[in-house]
Structure formats: C-alpha cells, structure tokens
C-alpha cells in the first residue's frame, strides 16, 4: 500500500462517467477500471446506466473493521514527508 | 490592548471585492482605520496610495484566476522597487489563491476560499489564529428541558395513564436475569475503581454466572466472541496520540442556521472503537452535536456483557465498560452521547454502564423490543421497567423509538405503543422524548399516504403527537428511511429534505443517515457522514426561519392519527394487561409484521418479599 492510501480513514470513492453500451458492461468496466489502479476490496456502490454511458461511483475498502489502520502512527511512520 | 492600524484594502479585480467589504467591515469593528479602493486600479496607483495613507498593511483580493500569478508577482515586484517592502504586511486572498502561490511570491500570508473575517483580523493584528477564533462554540443541549409532559389530550392522557399504572404494579415485584445483571452492576460494580484498575472482586466472582454461556465461557475460560478480537498494546497507545492531535487540531461546525434546533445526530457503530471513534471526530467536526451507539444485533440476543477492548469484524460495536469509556473519552464536551438499550436482553444493565460512564442518553422501547426486534414481551417488559427507573437514577432522558412500523405496523399502534412507554417514564420520574419515524414506511407504500410527497403524512404524524402531549419530538431513526437510494447525491439530498421538514415542523432532534444508508455492500465509510451533514446544513441555510407548508391532507391525517392511537389504548385498556396486549396484537399483529420475539422467554421470576 501506498503512504497516501494509509491516510484513507475507510473506503476510497471512484466517480465517473463510462461510455458503454449496457449496465452490465459499466459494472464490469468499473469494477476492471478499480483492478487497474490496483485495488482488491472493490465494489460498485451506485451505478445509473440512461444508454448514453453509465454515473458509476466505485469503491475500494482501504480499512475495515479490525484491521490494523494506516493513519494510527504505531511502529511504522506514515508521514508523506519522509 | 490591540494596537490600531492602517489598512488599505484592494480589489485586483474588475468587480469582485465582497470579501474585502466584509474584512473591512470586521476591521473597523476592531478598531483599525481601513481605506478600500475601488475595483481593478491599476497596480501603480495602489502602490501610491500605501505611501499617501501610510498604511501598515495591505490587503489584496484577487478572484479571477487568469494572470494572476503575472499579475502579483508584478504588484510584489512595485512594492520591492518603492522602498515599502520593510514598512507594509502583505496579505493576499480570493478564489484565485492558494497560500503556496502568496507565499512563493513573497506576501506574508495567503487566503484561499473559505477564509473567515477573524482570520484576517487576526492577520492584520499579527495574532495566531486560534481555534476559539474559527471554531464553532458549541454547547450540550438538554432537548427535554422545556417541556411540561402534560396530556393536551386529557381523555388520551387519562387512558394511558391507566395503563401505565397497570405496568407499573405488575413490573415492580418481578425480576429477569437482565434485571440481576443490572443490579450487580449498579451495587457491586465501581467505576472509579474500575478505571483505577482496581478491580470490582465481589462483582468479578458473581457476575459470570449471570451470563448466559458465551460471556460467561469469557469470564471463565478467556474465550472471546469469535468475531471479536483484542486490541494490542501499540495499537492503543497510537489511538491516544491520534486523539490527542485530533482533538488539538478539530475545529466544530454547526448544522443549524438560524434556527439553534434541531440537534442533529447520527449513529456510529463500525464494529470497531478504533474506527468509530474516527467516524465520531469527523461528524462532530462537520457539525453533529450527537452520536448514537449502535451495537451488533447478536449483543441483544445474549444474557451479560464481555469486556476488555474488542474490536468487531462486522457491524455493531460491542458494548464493555472499556469499548464505551474509550467512546465516551473521545467525545467533544458538548456533543450528546446516547447508548441504546432498547430491544435485547440486556437492556437495564446497558443503562448503568451507560451512565455510570457518562452517557447523556439511552433509548428504551418494550413495544418495539419484544415486536419488532425479538425479545419476549414479558421480559422485555419487566427489563424495560427496570431500564426506566436506571435511566432516571443517572439522570438520562431517553427516547421511545417506533422502528416496528418498519415491519410494517402501521403507525397509530406503533404510536399508542410509544405513548404508553413514555407515560409510563414520566409516572416513574423520567423524561421520554417521542420518536415517530419520518420514514417511506411499508404501511405508506400500501397505502399510499406519500404517493404525492414525503411531506404531508410525516408532518401528521408531528400534528398528532403535539396535540396528545406536551413532551419533546426526535424523529429518527434514521429521518427518510427508505427512502435514500444508492446514489449519494440523492440519498444526501433526500435527508436533507427530511431535516428541513422536521425543523419546519419545530420538532426538537432528528437522527440523520449517511449518504451509505442504501448501500448494503460494505460498511459505512466516513465521507458518506459529511455528505449528508453537509446537505443537512445546506438545507437549513437555505429555508432559515421560513418553512415548508404542508397540504390540508396533513390535518386531516393528524386528526385520523390520534383518533386511531385512542381506539388502540382502548383495546389495551380492555385486555387489562399490556403484556397480554403485546402477545394479542394489540400493539401490532403478525399479519402486520409484528412478532413477540422469544429471546428470554419464561426468564421473568417474582422476587421474593
């Protein structure tokens, strides 16, 4: 993981506009479009598909319940500056 | 005493110097000579004027964005060739400037957007700005303090009592293992020692084998809920340093506009302390002056508490003195903290660990408990009871919540319900705060109540409760319920229109969702909290102290609404025992979705006189 990403308090939002042809191939496109930034705990939160593309709004969890968080200093530093 | 000085404000702009006006008008108040010139001079002629106003410091707005940076670096290059360099401060702000681009041109501050007039008073004054300079004041607000609790509905008022009465005498000679946790708690269980690490011996040794296995395989064997897990010593000392700088740095906003009501709260409940405490830091900063505890569903299904500082895989996060006094520790002064105690089996003994660490408020409803969330009416009566007069003891108002119209009880039994429990607190001393839910509930979706708006049959139900008693109203839970999709836009904006119709409606609390509400993924994360704080508070900027009216369908509706919750104490009365009314569908039957849960079924004993 990133630094920057350890700052992330929770989950990582993604909105855009896709061009495509069908809600299905926008929710594969969103999903494949997360994958590609590197991201495995993904979903499609929202997705609206009206033919002329798709409002997709994607996420990648960063830190879950129980996880060890990023942004707590403990014994790594997490500062961008050094 | 602050010393006065000279400023010279000035526009680069062709139009834009608001800002500046305002600054002005902040410095005068403070005491200090201000000269603003017009719009768009050329850079030479305010040079001019510094040295014939002999002004000390300078203030420049620039909100266009093209040129700029041509534009000041020739302004800064004028200064340095007049001589004034040493002899003027030099501040820059407008939309077009970010503090890297004031500072690499050599201004000695730079304002982006959202500056305030203290900060560029506290500039001029060559102060440090605080946070009591930005910051909001805020202060814990007591939403129950300003009512009667009279009956405006005598008639109404006269029934319930009667049925109140008839709880009371059958709930005071019985007891339920929930009910001797709870009296374990409160006599043997010392918080001030706790804290010490002391330790509570006598409570040590008896509690455990109060508890049904799970708790009790805790205490006994050190096994932890499966899903539950310690937090480790690194990780704690790094929450104290998090919340440390977090509570050096955090600067409150408020939500409401002109109106100070209403309180605004919203739920927490990630699973882990950790993480809501995050959650919680990031809602007070965006303007919430209340949170609520949410715990997992399987906490209500279980006889005693664990404790230690557990963190939750999934949703809920589990009640133990430490998981709450960490809580309670993070939290503003004057933000509210409820814990709910409403629906399991645990219902008195989650009031005393609330209180005895600090919670302001609890949440307690046998009708929605024992129908709409699974516990046994009988239990959850006797523990209800009891709750109450714990509530009362530590001085915690709490809310009488109707989520079992969200099975699909139609509101006037879920109201009768409601107004039952309430009278019942106020009987014992307390101070219950009515919560109707402004929900797209299922009864509304059958029957069409809100086919043309959300306004109307919400504000009926406002309508009737106002015209039964005089007590406080918090709808929840959360406002809008149902009615939030996926989209966040549409789910922020959709809260946000609820609020403004409850505090058009003048009503003294609402719970608000996050813009995740509709969103059965995954958990909720924290931007989807500002969201909705955000559309709330840009609601109530928008509508101030004007509101909205709903049609005359709401009147009529109101006037339906307490006939039908008269004709439902009625039929209670007549049964001449609440629990009976609970098992009968009184209150709310199968057909409607309301199911007498089992949780603690047959646990009720007399106590021994």
Redesign the interface.
């Known amino acids: 993981m990133t630094k920057a990403l350890n700052h992330v308090?929770?989950?990582l939002?993604v909105e855009t506009f896709l061009i495509c042809d069908t809600e299905d191939e926008a929710r594969s496109l969103a999903l494949e479009l997360m994958k590609e930034m590197g991201f495995n705990d993904i979903?499609v939160?929202?997705l609206?598909f009206l033919g002329v593309g798709a409002r997709v709004?994607a996420?990648a969890?960063i830190?879950?319940?129980?996880d060890?968080?990023g942004?707590?200093?403990?014994?790594k530093e997490v500062k961008l500056d050094d | 005493m602050t010393e006065i000085k000279k400023v010279l404000l000035a526009p680069l702009d062709p139009v834009h110097d608001i800002g500046l006006k305002m600054i002005r008008r902040g410095l005068e108040e403070a005491g200090h000579k201000t000269y603003l010139l017009p719009p768009d001079l050329p850079v030479e002629e305010i040079i001019q004027e510094i040295i014939d106003k002999e002004a000390g410091t300078v203030l420049i707005s620039r909100t266009l964005g093209y040129g700029v940076a041509e534009l000041l670096s020739r302004f800064v290059d004028l200064v340095d060739a007049s001589g004034l360099r040493d002899k003027v401060t030099l501040g820059i702000g407008g939309m077009a400037v970010r503090p890297e681009l004031a500072a690499e041109l050599g201004f000695d501050a730079g304002f982006g957007p959202g500056t305030t007039v203290e900060q560029a008073v506290a500039f001029v004054e060559g102060r440090e700005i605080s946070k009591e300079d930005t910051g909001v004041k805020k202060d814990k607000q007591d939403i129950t303090s300003s009512y009667s609790y009279k009956f405006i509905n005598k008639s109404m008022g006269n029934k319930l009592e009667q049925v109140a009465g008839q709880i009371r005498k059958w709930a005071k000679d019985k007891t339920s293992p929930g009910v001797k946790r709870a009296v374990a708690r409160e006599e043997l269980w010392d918080v001030g020692r706790w804290r010490n690490r002391k330790g509570n011996d006598e409570f040590d040794k008896e509690y455990p084998h109060l508890c049904g296995e799970q708790p009790k395989n805790y205490y006994l064997k050190g096994e932890l809920h499966p899903k539950t897990r310690r937090f480790t010593r690194e990780e704690v000392i790094a929450l104290e340093e998090f919340l440390q700088e977090t509570k050096e740095r955090i600067m409150l906003s408020k939500v409401q506009h002109v109106k100070s009501r209403p309180v605004i709260f919203n739920q927490y409940g990630t699973g882990c302390p950790f993480m809501d405490i995050g959650h919680i830091k990031a809602s007070e900063a965006w303007g919430a002056d209340g949170v609520v505890h949410f715990d997992p569903s399987w906490g209500a299904r279980t006889e005693g508490f664990f404790d230690g500082f557990l963190t939750h895989q999934e949703d809920g996060t589990v009640i133990t003195p430490a998981n709450l006094n960490r809580i309670h520790g993070a939290l503003e002064p004057s933000t509210l903290w409820q814990v709910r105690a409403h629906r399991g089996l645990n219902t008195p003994e989650t009031v005393i660990l609330a209180g005895k660490l600090g919670a302001d408020m609890t949440k307690i409803n046998m009708c929605y408990g024992s129908l709409g969330a699974g516990t046994d009416p009988e239990r959850l009566t006797v523990d209800g009871y009891h709750a109450i007069r714990y509530a009362i003891q530590y001085g915690m108002s709490f809310d009488v919540v109707t989520n079992e119209e969200l099975a699909g009880v139609p509101a006037h039994k879920a109201f009768a319900g409601m107004l039952i429990v309430s009278t019942l607190g106020v009987m014992l001393g307390g101070k219950p705060i009515l919560q109707p839910l402004f929900a797209y509930s299922p009864e509304a979706m059958v029957g069409e109540q809100m086919e043309g708006n959300y306004v109307d049959f919400n504000a009926a139900k406002i309508y009737a409760l106002k015209n039964i008693i005089d007590a406080p109203i918090w709808p929840g839970a959360p406002i809008g319920f149902l009615t939030q999709t996926e989209d966040r836009v549409q789910s922020a904006m959709s809260t946000g229109l609820h609020a403004c119709l409850a505090s058009s409606l003048g009503v003294d609390a609402i719970s608000i969702a996050s813009s995740d509400e509709a969103y059965s993924g995954g958990p909720i994360s924290v931007p989807s909290k500002t969201d909705t704080l955000k559309a709330v508070q840009e609601g109530f900027r928008f509508f101030g102290s004007t509101g909205i009216s709903p049609s005359g369908k709401a009147e009529q509706w109101g006037e339906r609404l307490v006939s039908e919750i008269d004709k439902v104490i009625d039929d209670v009365l007549q049964t001449g025992d609440f629990v009976q009314a609970l098992y009968d569908g009184n209150l709310g039957t199968r057909e409607e979705g309301a199911y007498p849960g089992r949780a603690g079924r047959d646990t009720v004993e007399h106590t021994v006189t």
């Open positions: 308090m929770d989950a939002d979903d939160v929202n609206d709004r996420r969890y830190h879950r319940s129980g060890e968080y942004w707590l200093k403990m014994d």
